[in-house]
């Protein structure tokens, strides 16, 4: 088969195969959609680089990894010849994490193993459809902050890690930005608890099937406090320990990270030398400290380990519970000893807190002023600002592409 014409405008929807049973089936799915089985094509991945270096490329992209000898170098090639904003797909015969992970890392929308189903195929192009209208609204409603990843570390037990995390989520929907909140607490979640929900089953299924993972899955795995707000955690048995398939941590980032515009991560401490690799997903992370000794050298520690394992990613120390028990250093010397400045600071209230937990929501959303809610809006401001592309959106998969090859 040859390619299609080269028109003015963008088509909706090709598929480039390599072998004709794929073809089949992908016309037999395209209808489902509404879109044309004429723009199912042969030639793979090689295929569509020829054809979209001559005419535009379609706003979903659906190519086959089957014949090529480099996948990444291939994928490579294809984003040099898209446009801003085209959801890809890719499919392939390798059953290989580390290509999956490298794939979603470069801002593919999904990778699909072989053999495949109707079924399969038509939920994934439900699932990028979804993703072409996330595009338009943010074309739609114009400038916006850059999406993020930030994961909150406690320094110690105690810190009020979950419950800033929580609040900071909150924060950003609130402020009109599609957010999760990923809790990593298999056993003692509070991240559903604090909105007065129950949390589901979702997280342990997608740490033991990561595979499954997309914006369908998660849109069904979720627990959703307000429109803008989701939350993924789960309540493991005690005496049961999860164990996160190879490369499971990461995906289920990075898929959450391309469905919701920012992503806050509730990481115990305890897991930090556990799954180092998922920290390297992280754009940003905080570690929530109080004024002591042991917190002191417990900064000074995660801060050198973080340069080696998320050496991208942009750390902020927050003082946290402020008041709530008598300081052992002084601010100064305690930022003097880590090297580092305090970027905010929140103090301890009791009472504020204690009426959010009877009325079953966060303390942002209840006690709308007061300092503890103005310290809780200051950590949230280091995630808002200076961080946007020349146009204020959030990059699509062929700058996130062009970024890698240009460092």
């Given at each position: 088969m040859t390619g299609p014409s080269k028109k003015t405008e963008r088509e909706t929807f090709a598929a480039y195969c390599c072998d004709e049973a794929t073809i089949d089936l992908l016309k037999a799915a395209a209808p489902s959609r509404g879109w044309s089985e004429n723009m199912v094509f042969s030639g793979g991945i090689a295929g569509a680089v020829r054809a979209l270096g001559a005419m535009?490329?379609?706003?979903?992209?659906?190519?086959?990894?089957?014949?090529?000898?480099?996948?990444?170098?291939?994928?490579q090639a294809l984003a040099e010849v898209c446009e801003e904003g085209t959801v890809v797909?890719?499919?392939?015969?390798?059953?290989?994490?580390?290509?999956?992970?490298?794939?979603?890392?470069a801002g593919v929308?999904?990778?699909?193993?072989?053999?495949?189903?109707?079924?399969?195929?038509?939920?994934?192009?439900?699932?990028?459809?979804?993703?072409?209208?996330?595009?338009?609204?943010?074309?739609?409603?114009?400038?916006?902050?850059?999406?993020?990843?930030?994961?909150?570390?406690?320094?110690?037990?105690?810190?009020?890690?979950?419950?800033?995390?929580?609040?900071?989520?909150?924060?950003?929907?609130?402020?009109g930005e599609s957010t999760a909140l990923l809790d990593l607490d298999f056993h003692f979640s509070s991240s559903a608890i604090q909105f007065d929900l129950e949390p589901g089953r979702g997280l342990l299924d997608a740490l033991d099937n990561p595979n499954r993972v997309d914006g369908l899955f998660l849109d069904r795995a979720v627990v959703k406090p307000s429109e803008k707000l989701s939350i993924l955690?789960?309540?493991?048995?005690?005496?049961?320990?999860?164990?996160?398939?190879?490369?499971?941590?990461?995906?289920?980032?990075?898929?959450?990270?391309?469905?919701?515009?920012?992503?806050?991560?509730?990481?115990?401490?305890?897991?930090?030398?556990?799954?180092?690799?998922?920290?390297?997903?992280?754009?940003?992370?905080?570690?929530?400290?109080?004024?002591?000794?042991?917190?002191?050298?417990?900064?000074?520690?995660l801060k050198a380990y973080l340069k080696t394992c998320a050496p991208a990613a942009s750390v902020h120390v927050v003082l946290n519970k402020?008041?709530?028990?008598?300081?052992?250093?002084?601010?100064?010397?305690?930022?003097?000893?880590?090297?580092?400045?305090?970027?905010?600071?929140?103090?301890f209230d009791a009472k504020a807190m204690l009426l959010a937990v009877q009325q079953g929501t966060v303390i942002a959303d209840h006690t709308k002023?007061?300092?503890?809610?103005?310290?809780?809006?200051?950590?949230?401001?280091?995630?808002?600002?200076?961080?946007?592309?020349?146009?204020?959106?959030?990059?699509?998969?062929?700058?996130?592409?062009?970024?890698?090859?240009?460092?």
């Open positions: 535009p490329c379609p706003e979903f992209l659906i190519v086959d990894l089957s014949d090529s000898e480099d996948p990444r170098a291939d994928v797909l890719t499919i392939g015969a390798l059953n290989d994490v580390g290509l999956y992970r490298d794939l979603l890392h929308h999904d990778y699909l193993v072989k053999p495949l189903a109707v079924d399969v195929i038509k939920a994934a192009m439900h699932s990028a459809e979804e993703a072409m209208n996330a595009v338009e609204e943010v074309e739609e409603e114009g400038p916006a902050s850059e999406g993020k990843t930030i994961f909150f570390i406690g320094v110690r037990g105690g810190m009020g890690t979950s419950t800033l995390a929580a609040n900071t989520a909150w924060l950003s929907a609130n402020g955690c789960t309540e493991a048995a005690i005496g049961v320990v999860p164990r996160p398939a190879e490369g499971a941590l990461e995906h289920l980032v990075d898929t959450m990270a391309n469905t919701y515009r920012n992503v806050v991560v509730d990481m115990p401490r305890h897991m930090v030398p556990e799954q180092p690799e998922v920290l390297n997903t992280a754009t940003d992370i905080v570690l929530i400290t109080d004024l002591s000794l042991s917190s002191a050298r417990d900064c000074i520690r402020l008041g709530a028990v008598p300081a052992e250093v002084e601010e100064k010397d305690f930022a003097n000893s880590i090297e580092t400045e305090i970027n905010a600071r929140v103090p002023s007061g300092k503890v809610t103005a310290g809780m809006k200051a950590v949230n401001s280091l995630f808002t600002s200076g961080s946007e592309n020349a146009d204020g959106q959030k990059p699509s998969w062929v700058n996130k592409l062009l970024q890698r090859k240009a460092s």
